[in-house]
């Protein structure tokens, strides 16, 4: 329960600089509290209208996020968010009646930052009396279909984290607001429900589930976002009945056209009587759409509105007076409100709404407008964000181990920005999606200088080369620090709360290294030649012929194992596994563990109107076309064999068997695509799936869908039968028959089985038109002159069980850190260097738990956060964890359960399983979050 504050009448006096006698602004008293008794009466037996004041202020799409927050290049889009958030923040001043919801943290702080302490004083004020309400708090809004949850959540919790620190509890939301997204995710419903939301509002739905649930009043529901029956994981969630706008006719801001109301009968044009008919017509029409009748919320603004809040104020107090004063003839009473008290009066009412247990993907705008282009759109962007993910985790563990500087902080911000539904969407103009790469590159590369000393504790760094310690091209096979010294030190961080033993590929330019483990032994190594395709990406600038493979073993659990790597003078006697070609017959079948793998394009559509493009997949109904000629090759050992088609210029596929693994890796490179084409990689096999086939919810849950030709809200066939079937595959997408065939992803692409048996993920999307919806550019990325190259993996499983995908899954999600250091130190001068491994765990956490948090928090105490990897089909054992000398660095004092974005305590009704002392139970699929009280060791 959240602490609710009374405040005394307050006078607070804006004073020009020097004229302390002068008084040029008086703030009115306020003398409501925040949270629901803020909430302006609503009467009894009307027609009450809830008008919400919003901005919808995108961290970037355009514009970058420093463009749209200061207004810069308007010639690209009317947009300041400085001067809406200043703007609003006067008008609440001048008037205790009126009401504003901020969405994006993020934008809210940079405002913060530049204010004196007489504004911040002030923004307090509107915050504790309720008139300005924080919706939603992530730092930014997220999008749905291509976030990781864990990555939601660090979205959240370092928004709305902020937002307590700095305004205190009445600034903690309790409404989700995710207006803006394409789709919406069954698991953002219970990742908002876990972090103690009362209520979810959104505007983007498939234009005909929209109009049947408007038919049959169903907009408003309770959507079950975990398990059916599971309570405390469902959430109420509203969709409006347009978009997120203005009503027709009355947007009164200064980007609008709508005539201003005139309410000066002396004047010609005066208008009141016709705006009133027009506003008691207009909610009387959506109305009908609703099951409570006395209760309906309008949103009274649109994208970067309120630049000049007056306007939008002014007009919106005479629309509530002159509608009041025919309150009695109209039966409609209109008042300043929130999502919050609009939640609360549909709460007061005793109304039956309907339950949701699926989701809303694919959401289509129109019968060709299926968004789901944008679940692969900028691949790259994808994959930095991904290997962005596991950096910030990586930082936030080694926070703990002693004194942290601000890189955590900005690399919060660079990865709160990338989960913009405009930013890993891939649906933002060529130059913002530059701009997120930057930030995201700049505050790694900060953390990775920061973490250096963590990780090399025993390397006097007089023996080392600190100009470059890590290598963001190693899926490239580029390396500076590799292909430039002799002698290099390897740190192997695992941000899993398990052992692994990982295979690593190191570009070298030559042959004749040795490689060393910790205790000095000898590591099995093989020395492939790079493929000349590989070689011949644009841009790649490497001096190295040769990838050093080599296995790691029991790199430990939230830590690291060294490993030595040494030019040997006069060795020369690796043996080479060169790329040789294969002549094979011609019934040749591409294939691992009987899955054939192919690689193919769609042709992008340019009939009927609606073009593919960074929204929008629709393909040209001619089906999946071969990208070209095919040549095979493959490359030898004894750690790894590699089997290589290349296909046509601008394709290549390999299959990868490591030495006692599991699964196959499949590494494909698409690029440059000539023309306008979008590839996928195609895996097909004889399993009989009777057309169902599965796909993750942002990594966390697994959805059961069902291939079909007719669309499921009016049962006609679908114009658009590929789109259509479409879903975002965050993690993994799956088929399940005689055996299980998992695909895992290494980022968000888009994917679907279009035939039983068969699974295709896209995995790179080059598009020669707009596709209407706002961008204002085609989707045709480059990289050093030519069409981008995209490369990465997949990681093939057949005939494992659901629980060993699934710990497949978390370790490719969290794959392993490397920092690079070359050094003067000789291998001896190295094993007598001090430790060489460490792990943040004394004891290992069972398999089916990972810590998915552990950061430094206030003084004296860390965060914790646990999850439960499996769900009940992979393992419904409920795990017992017990925190007594568990961590290297500190002792655990006590434990304060919280919500899952840890902004406010646990309440006592949502606790789902017990907590005694340190020990504390998790269940299938459960993540626990607790500030500990610690004592460091």
Same mark, same amino acid.
């Given at each position: 329960?959240?602490?609710?504050?009374?405040?005394?009448?307050?006078?607070?006096?804006?004073?020009?600089?020097?004229?302390?006698?002068?008084?040029?602004?008086?703030?009115?008293?306020?003398?409501?509290?925040?949270?629901?008794?803020?909430?302006?009466?609503?009467?009894?037996?009307?027609?009450?209208?809830?008008?919400?004041?919003?901005?919808?202020?995108?961290?970037?799409?355009?514009?970058?996020?420093?463009?749209?927050?200061?207004?810069?290049?308007?010639?690209?889009?009317?947009?300041?968010?400085?001067?809406?958030?200043?703007?609003?923040?006067?008008?609440?001043?001048?008037?205790?009646?009126?009401?504003?919801?901020?969405?994006?943290?993020?934008?809210?702080?940079?405002?913060?930052?530049?204010?004196?302490?007489?504004?911040?004083?002030?923004?307090?004020?509107?915050?504790?009396?309720?008139?300005?309400?924080?919706?939603?708090?992530?730092?930014?809004?997220?999008?749905?279909?291509?976030?990781?949850?864990?990555?939601?959540?660090?979205?959240?919790?370092?928004?709305?984290?902020?937002?307590?620190?700095?305004?205190?509890?009445?600034?903690?939301?309790?409404?989700?607001?995710?207006?803006?997204?394409?789709?919406?995710?069954?698991?953002?419903?219970?990742?908002?429900?876990?972090?103690?939301?009362?209520?979810?509002?959104?505007?983007?739905?498939?234009?005909?589930?929209?109009?049947?649930?408007?038919?049959?009043?169903?907009?408003?529901?309770?959507?079950?976002?975990?398990?059916?029956?599971?309570?405390?994981?469902?959430?109420?969630?509203?969709?409006?009945?347009?978009?997120?706008?203005?009503?027709?006719?009355?947007?009164?801001?200064?980007?609008?056209?709508?005539?201003?109301?005139?309410?000066?009968?002396?004047?010609?044009?005066?208008?009141?009587?016709?705006?009133?008919?027009?506003?008691?017509?207009?909610?009387?029409?959506?109305?009908?759409?609703?099951?409570?009748?006395?209760?309906?919320?309008?949103?009274?603004?649109?994208?970067?509105?309120?630049?000049?809040?007056?306007?939008?104020?002014?007009?919106?107090?005479?629309?509530?007076?002159?509608?009041?004063?025919?309150?009695?003839?109209?039966?409609?009473?209109?008042?300043?409100?929130?999502?919050?008290?609009?939640?609360?009066?549909?709460?007061?009412?005793?109304?039956?709404?309907?339950?949701?247990?699926?989701?809303?993907?694919?959401?289509?705008?129109?019968?060709?407008?299926?968004?789901?282009?944008?679940?692969?759109?900028?691949?790259?962007?994808?994959?930095?964000?991904?290997?962005?993910?596991?950096?910030?985790?990586?930082?936030?563990?080694?926070?703990?181990?002693?004194?942290?500087?601000?890189?955590?902080?900005?690399?919060?911000?660079?990865?709160?920005?990338?989960?913009?539904?405009?930013?890993?969407?891939?649906?933002?103009?060529?130059?913002?999606?530059?701009?997120?790469?930057?930030?995201?590159?700049?505050?790694?590369?900060?953390?990775?200088?920061?973490?250096?000393?963590?990780?090399?504790?025993?390397?006097?760094?007089?023996?080392?080369?600190?100009?470059?310690?890590?290598?963001?091209?190693?899926?490239?096979?580029?390396?500076?620090?590799?292909?430039?010294?002799?002698?290099?030190?390897?740190?192997?961080?695992?941000?899993?709360?398990?052992?692994?033993?990982?295979?690593?590929?190191?570009?070298?330019?030559?042959?004749?290294?040795?490689?060393?483990?910790?205790?000095?032994?000898?590591?099995?190594?093989?020395?492939?030649?790079?493929?000349?395709?590989?070689?011949?990406?644009?841009?790649?600038?490497?001096?190295?012929?040769?990838?050093?493979?080599?296995?790691?073993?029991?790199?430990?659990?939230?830590?690291?194992?060294?490993?030595?790597?040494?030019?040997?003078?006069?060795?020369?006697?690796?043996?080479?596994?060169?790329?040789?070609?294969?002549?094979?017959?011609?019934?040749?079948?591409?294939?691992?563990?009987?899955?054939?793998?192919?690689?193919?394009?769609?042709?992008?559509?340019?009939?009927?109107?609606?073009?593919?493009?960074?929204?929008?997949?629709?393909?040209?109904?001619?089906?999946?076309?071969?990208?070209?000629?095919?040549?095979?090759?493959?490359?030898?050992?004894?750690?790894?064999?590699?089997?290589?088609?290349?296909?046509?210029?601008?394709?290549?596929?390999?299959?990868?068997?490591?030495?006692?693994?599991?699964?196959?890796?499949?590494?494909?490179?698409?690029?440059?695509?000539?023309?306008?084409?979008?590839?996928?990689?195609?895996?097909?096999?004889?399993?009989?799936?009777?057309?169902?086939?599965?796909?993750?919810?942002?990594?966390?849950?697994?959805?059961?869908?069902?291939?079909?030709?007719?669309?499921?809200?009016?049962?006609?066939?679908?114009?658009?039968?590929?789109?259509?079937?479409?879903?975002?595959?965050?993690?993994?997408?799956?088929?399940?028959?005689?055996?299980?065939?998992?695909?895992?992803?290494?980022?968000?692409?888009?994917?679907?089985?279009?035939?039983?048996?068969?699974?295709?993920?896209?995995?790179?999307?080059?598009?020669?038109?707009?596709?209407?919806?706002?961008?204002?550019?085609?989707?045709?990325?480059?990289?050093?002159?030519?069409?981008?190259?995209?490369?990465?993996?997949?990681?093939?499983?057949?005939?494992?069980?659901?629980?060993?995908?699934?710990?497949?899954?978390?370790?490719?999600?969290?794959?392993?850190?490397?920092?690079?250091?070359?050094?003067?130190?000789?291998?001896?001068?190295?094993?007598?260097?001090?430790?060489?491994?460490?792990?943040?765990?004394?004891?290992?956490?069972?398999?089916?738990?990972?810590?998915?948090?552990?950061?430094?928090?206030?003084?004296?105490?860390?965060?914790?956060?646990?999850?439960?990897?499996?769900?009940?089909?992979?393992?419904?054992?409920?795990?017992?964890?017990?925190?007594?000398?568990?961590?290297? !660095? *500190?002792?655990?004092?006590? /434990? %304060?359960?919280? @919500?899952?974005? $840890? =902004?406010?305590?646990? +309440?006592?009704?949502?606790?789902?399983?017990?907590?005694?002392?340190? !020990? *504390?139970?998790?269940?299938? /699929? %459960?993540?626990? @979050?607790?500030? $500990? =009280?610690?004592?460091? +060791?």
């Amino acid at each position: 329960m959240l602490t609710q504050y009374r405040l005394s009448p307050v006078i607070l006096l804006l004073c020009a600089p020097g004229l302390a006698k002068e008084r040029v602004f008086q703030l009115k008293p306020r003398l409501a509290e925040c949270g629901l008794s803020s909430c302006h009466a609503t009467r009894p037996g009307y027609t009450n209208v809830h008008l919400v004041p919003h901005s919808h202020d995108d961290t970037g799409w355009l514009k970058t996020v420093d463009q749209y927050y200061y207004g810069a290049k308007q010639e690209v889009q009317r947009a300041g968010v400085q001067y809406i958030i200043e703007s609003v923040v006067k008008e609440l001043a001048n008037d205790p009646s009126k009401k504003f919801i901020q969405v994006e943290t993020g934008f809210f702080w940079r405002w913060w930052l530049d204010k004196d302490e007489y504004m911040r004083n002030l923004t307090k004020t509107l915050v504790n009396a309720g008139q300005l309400e924080f919706t939603g708090g992530g730092w930014s809004m997220n999008d749905e279909a291509a976030t990781h949850y864990s990555s939601i959540i660090d979205n959240m919790e370092f928004g709305l984290n902020w937002l307590v620190d700095n305004l205190g509890e009445c600034a903690v939301p309790t409404v989700a607001w995710q207006i803006d997204p394409f789709g919406h995710s069954k698991e953002q419903a219970r990742l908002f429900a876990e972090m103690g939301f009362n209520g979810l509002f959104f505007a983007r739905i498939d234009y005909r589930d929209k109009e049947a649930r408007k038919a049959n009043k169903g907009l408003q529901m309770w959507w079950e976002g975990g398990d059916e029956d599971d309570v405390d994981n469902t959430i109420f969630t509203g969709v409006f009945d347009k978009h997120y706008s203005n009503p027709d006719g009355f947007c009164w801001d200064i980007i609008c056209e709508d005539e201003p109301i005139n309410d000066d009968p002396r004047l010609q044009e005066y208008n009141v009587d016709s705006k009133i008919k027009a506003f008691e017509s207009y909610v009387n029409d959506h109305l009908r759409y609703y099951k409570d009748q006395e209760h309906i919320m309008f949103t009274m603004g649109d994208d970067f509105q309120y630049q000049n809040a007056r306007m939008n104020y002014k007009n919106m107090d005479k629309l509530i007076k002159h509608m009041n004063e025919k309150s009695e003839e109209t039966g409609i009473h209109l008042l300043y409100s929130t999502p919050s008290c609009y939640l609360q009066s549909l709460q007061e009412g005793d109304e039956v709404y309907p339950i949701k247990s699926d989701d809303f993907f694919p959401y289509a705008s129109g019968q060709n407008s299926y968004w789901t282009g944008y679940f692969t759109s900028r691949p790259a962007g994808k994959l930095q964000e991904r290997l962005g993910a596991r950096d910030l985790t990586v930082t936030r563990q080694l926070s703990v181990m002693g004194d942290s500087g601000d890189c955590a902080f900005n690399l919060h911000r660079a990865m709160g920005l990338m989960q913009h539904h405009d930013a890993i969407t891939g649906t933002e103009k060529q130059n913002v999606a530059e701009d997120y790469s930057k930030r995201l590159f700049k505050a790694t590369q900060e953390c990775q200088e920061e973490n250096l000393p963590k990780l090399f504790p025993n390397i006097d760094s007089s023996t080392a080369d600190m100009s470059q310690t890590n290598c963001p091209a190693l899926n490239i096979s580029q390396c500076a620090v590799s292909e430039n010294n002799e002698q290099f030190i390897i740190s192997v961080y695992n941000p899993l709360s398990k052992p692994i033993s990982p295979y690593l590929r190191v570009p070298v330019p030559g042959t004749g290294y040795g490689v060393f483990g910790d205790q000095g032994e000898r590591l099995v190594i093989q020395v492939n030649q790079i493929p000349q395709f590989v070689k011949n990406i644009p841009g790649r600038d490497s001096l190295a012929e040769f990838e050093l493979i080599f296995r790691v073993s029991d790199v430990p659990s939230l830590g690291y194992r060294q490993v030595f790597v040494q030019k040997e003078s006069g060795n020369d006697r690796n043996k080479i596994s060169p790329v040789t070609p294969l002549n094979v017959p011609e019934d040749y079948v591409f294939q691992a563990d009987n899955v054939q793998i192919d690689l193919q394009y769609y042709q992008g559509s340019t009939v009927g109107g609606q073009p593919t493009g960074a929204y929008v997949f629709r393909p040209d109904n001619s089906g999946k076309h071969s990208v070209g000629e095919q040549k095979y090759s493959e490359v030898v050992g004894d750690l790894v064999n590699e089997t290589i088609m290349e296909t046509g210029e601008w394709g290549a596929v390999s299959m990868r068997s490591y030495a006692d693994t599991l699964e196959t890796e499949i590494v494909w490179q698409v690029g440059p695509i000539p023309g306008g084409k979008e590839v996928v990689v195609v895996y097909s096999s004889n399993l009989e799936t009777g057309g169902l086939f599965y796909t993750d919810a942002n990594g966390r849950q697994t959805i059961e869908r069902k291939r079909t030709l007719f669309n499921k809200f009016d049962g006609l066939r679908d114009a658009e039968p590929e789109s259509s079937n479409y879903y975002p595959i965050t993690t993994r997408l799956e088929l399940r028959g005689t055996e299980v065939m998992t695909v895992i992803t290494d980022r968000s692409q888009g994917g679907s089985s279009l035939e039983d048996g068969q699974l295709e993920l896209m995995v790179h999307r080059r598009c020669l038109h707009d596709d209407w919806f706002g961008v204002g550019e085609s989707l045709m990325e480059d990289a050093y002159g030519q069409g981008l190259v995209a490369r990465g993996q997949h990681y093939l499983l057949k005939g494992a069980s659901l629980s060993d995908s699934r710990i497949l899954n978390q370790e490719k999600v969290l794959m392993p850190q490397l920092s690079f250091l070359g050094t003067s130190l000789s291998l001896e001068d190295w094993l007598a260097a001090g430790s060489k491994t460490y792990s943040a765990l004394i004891k290992d956490l069972p398999t089916s738990v990972q810590l998915l948090t552990l950061s430094k928090w206030k003084a004296t105490q860390v965060l914790l956060r646990f999850q439960h990897i499996f769900d009940k089909q992979e393992d419904e054992e409920t795990i017992i964890v017990d925190l007594n000398n568990m961590f290297t !660095e *500190f002792d655990v004092e006590s /434990l %304060e359960e919280t @919500t899952l974005a $840890a =902004n406010q305590p646990l +309440k006592q009704k949502q606790a789902r399983s017990y907590i005694d002392g340190l !020990e *504390f139970a998790l269940n299938p /699929l %459960e993540i626990r @979050t607790f500030v $500990a =009280n610690i004592v460091k +060791k």
